[in-house]
């Protein structure tokens, strides 16, 4: 069972492009969930999902920030336009749909992407 | 709002014990983590408390207090593998996300 599968591990953008980030996650999970971690930081939440539905984008940059989790295929995270300060470690985290158990069940990290913006 | 705190940077001897602390204000509260993070590398789980008390789990041990809104993780018999970054989270009333204080380094010396 593989875990939660993150690509690309690190990516380099000019400032104006568009970086697009994918999470699959764990097989049987359901629940997404995106953080930004910068540098000598703790981890930022940004976007919880399921699949079709944004749960959760409270911690989501109003502007330039997307996500989705479609039906088919990995989750998506999707900076437009984007400039020095989203230089950062982008995590991708699942856990298992809430009849499992979600009380005791902690969130599976992937690898996270490290994206450069130049 | 959420606030967690813990100590920026510990270090400790190989072989010893040491104690990394966690103080918690959130406006609700469903659960606190404790993930260790080797640089480069993805959080990985440790341990999950949601009652008082201390949940042991090998040489790793971790301690919640919610009237006090408090939580420690013990590493004994420190090796220089626990040199990492250990990262304390709240989850969220709903459960919907976790919330990260900035982590703790801990550096294990010889």
């Known amino acids: 069972n593989a875990g939660v599968m993150q690509n690309p591990r690190h990516l380099v953008r000019r400032r104006g492009q568009e970086a697009r980030l994918r999470c699959s996650p764990m097989?049987?999970?359901?629940?997404v969930y995106w953080y930004r971690q910068l540098p000598e930081e703790g981890l930022k939440f940004m976007v919880y999902?399921?699949?079709?539905?944004?749960?959760?984008e409270s911690g989501m940059p109003k502007e330039r920030f997307s996500a989705e989790f479609p039906k088919e295929g990995p989750s998506i995270l999707r900076i437009q336009q984007v400039v020095r300060g989203d230089s950062a470690a982008y995590f991708c985290?699942?856990?298992?749909?809430?009849?499992?158990?979600?009380?005791?069940?902690?969130?599976?990290f992937g690898q996270g992407t490290r994206l450069t913006v130049v | 709002g959420q606030n967690i705190d813990q100590p920026t940077e510990m270090t400790a001897t190989e072989g010893a014990i040491v104690q990394i602390n966690c103080t918690y204000q959130t406006s609700g509260f469903n659960g606190l983590f404790w993930y260790q993070q080797h640089a480069g590398e993805a959080p990985t789980f440790l341990s999950y408390n949601v009652l008082d008390g201390l949940e042991e789990k090998g040489r790793f041990s971790s301690f919640l207090s919610r009237s006090k809104g408090y939580s420690y993780l013990l590493l004994k018999e420190l090796q220089m593998k626990d040199s990492a970054s250990y990262l304390c989270?709240?989850?969220?009333?709903?459960?919907?996300?976790?919330?990260f204080g900035a982590g703790t380094i801990l550096r294990v010396k010889s």
């Open positions: 989270a709240v989850r969220d009333l709903w459960g919907n996300k976790l919330v």
């Open positions: 985290a699942s856990s298992p749909p809430d009849e499992t158990g979600w009380e005791n069940t902690e969130a599976f």
């Open positions: 097989k049987g999970h359901s629940h």
């Open positions: 999902l399921q699949k079709e539905n944004i749960i959760d």
